[in-house]
């Protein structure tokens, strides 16, 4: 019998929830959650289904930890986000990972749009909860943005809502997407040229401006590469 290390023991551990994370994004996404399975999770990723109940406890804590996940995954831009940051700086990059997400992750994306379309029976401590002191705190900081001058008054949670349902849209309506365009599949070009219009019209749209400093840096910075 091998003894793992301490060490050893917690590399393998987070290995197997990544695994299984990944086999259960796939599955539930396929089969939504009725139709899933703890037994095809497991072999999805390879696993017995003893070692996933382990880690996970059953398959609505599975489906529940992920979905949390998938949000913290998302938002991630803007946890640590303070009134002397740059807006500007702050909703490109927020844009410009939820977009990148989109295109790597899009059945997480649409996992989660089916449980909200279905009333999320399994979020709402969490929407009501977790979420929406995320959303509140966040909300506050672009407040005072808007009276420092450096975006309009905007409603901030609404704007939150916007940039989540515009980036998460190239996943959950893809097939809409791709008939109306005559595409078989969009490729990183066309999510750059799609983040960068989202960028544009969202900052825009909402009166964005640069702080003096980092408005500095960037045209500097332009001039250094000419």
């Known amino acids: 019998m091998t003894i793992l290390t301490p060490t050893e023991a917690t590399q393998t551990r987070q290995r197997n929830e990544q695994r299984i994370f990944e086999a259960a994004e796939c599955i539930f996404a396929s089969h939504g959650y009725r139709g899933a399975s703890v037994q ?3 072999e999805e990723a390879g696993l017995p289904k003893s ?3 382990y880690y996970v406890g059953s398959k609505r804590r599975l489906y529940v930890a992920l979905l949390e996940r998938m949000m913290a995954r998302w938002n991630a831009m803007l946890d640590d986000i303070s009134v002397e940051d740059d807006p500007a700086e702050v909703l490109e990059a927020f844009i410009h990972s ?3 997400l989109t295109r790597t992750h899009p ?3 649409r996992l989660f749009a089916a449980e909200i379309l279905q009333g999320a029976p399994f979020l709402q401590d ?3 909860g977790e979420l929406r002191e995320w959303v509140q705190v966040r909300a506050e900081v672009f407040r005072q943005w808007a009276d420092q001058g450096l975006m309009d008054p905007v409603d901030p949670v609404w704007l939150i809502f916007l940039i989540w349902s515009s980036t998460q849209h190239y996943a959950d309506f893809e097939a809409q997407i ?3 365009t ?3 599949a969009l490729n990183e070009a066309d999510y750059g040229r799609i983040t960068a219009f989202l960028c544009r019209v969202i900052l825009q749209g909402c009166g964005v401006t640069r702080r003096p400093e980092a408005a ?4 500097e910075g332009v001039k250094a590469s000419r």
């Open 40 to 42: 095809a999770i497991a």
């Open 107 to 109: 059945q997480g994306s």
């Open 98 to 100: 939820k977009m990148e």
């Open 178 to 180: 791709l008939g109306i």
């Open 182 to 184: 005559d595409r078989e």
């Open 126 to 128: 969490y929407l009501r």
């Open 51 to 53: 070692n996933v109940l």
């Open 216 to 219: 500095l840096i960037e045209r």
